[in-house]
């Protein structure tokens, strides 16, 4: 079995939803009392939302580098960026360290692919869903992203600042979530990526009908790939 090394704190409570799906998945795979072998790093935000309030991306790069750098160095076999945002720096983050990343854009598009949706929605922070980082993984595999309005893109934004992040899940704003949604859906999203791994924990496949790719799951899933078949 592989050592998983993961990134998290992006927040603390997506990346304990990391911890608890590997182990419980491998656990079912192998059965017994075989559980995950992992190293977590995980960040302090406030250092990240500190350094973004001056839109310094550097000093973030650098931190993602120092936390990777010490998961390579105690023996990680890969990393795992808990965080859709976090994989802006994943291609110039797996030039400098020797472990292979395992990208969560890839294996959600993966997810799409064999689901035979051409074009989703998608969710997450301002950076997921403005900057291309994400998108290009998807139209590598002929999926086109759709994603909200601006004023919606705000309140996304805004809401996984502010009340995600801390374990605020608030009735009206999942009402509002499924507003953008059903809106996403009339622009011709015929699926939905919840691109922020905080966003599985408001909205499930029970509150819409359109199918819903929660990132957390998947992301940790293709953890799992990799840690038994050296896969990545």
Not at 204 to 225: C, E, G, K, R, S
Request: aromatic letters at 6%.
């Amino acid at each position: 079995m592989k050592t998983i090394g993961l990134i998290g704190g992006t927040g603390w409570i997506s990346t304990a939803e990391y911890y608890r799906i590997i182990n419980e998945t491998i656990n079912k795979k192998r059965g017994g009392l075989t559980f995950a072998k992992c190293l977590l790093y995980s960040l302090n935000y406030g250092e990240i939302d500190e350094l973004n309030k001056r839109n310094d991306m550097k000093g973030v790069y650098s931190l993602i580098l120092d936390a990777s750098k010490r998961i390579a160095g105690a023996g990680a076999d890969c990393i795992v960026l808990c965080a859709n945002t976090l994989h802006l720096f994943a291609d110039k983050l797996e030039k400098e360290i020797s472990l292979p990343i395992i990208h969560i854009a890839s294996a959600v598009a993966k997810q799409i692919k064999n689901k035979k949706i051409a074009a989703v929605g998608l969710l997450g922070t301002k950076p997921t869903m403005e900057q291309d980082f994400y998108k290009t993984r998807l139209k590598q595999e002929n999926i086109e992203a759709i994603v909200p309005g601006k004023e919606e893109r705000e309140f996304i934004h805004h809401t996984i600042m502010n009340e995600l992040l801390k374990g605020i899940f608030a009735k009206k704003t999942k009402v509002h979530f499924l507003e953008i949604i059903k809106d996403l859906e009339s622009r011709g999203a015929e699926g939905i990526i919840l691109g922020c791994t905080e966003i599985p924990l408001l909205i499930d496949q029970q509150d819409t009908q359109l199918p819903l790719f929660n990132t957390t799951t998947i992301h940790a899933l293709a953890a799992v790939d990799f840690a038994l078949n050296t896969k990545c």
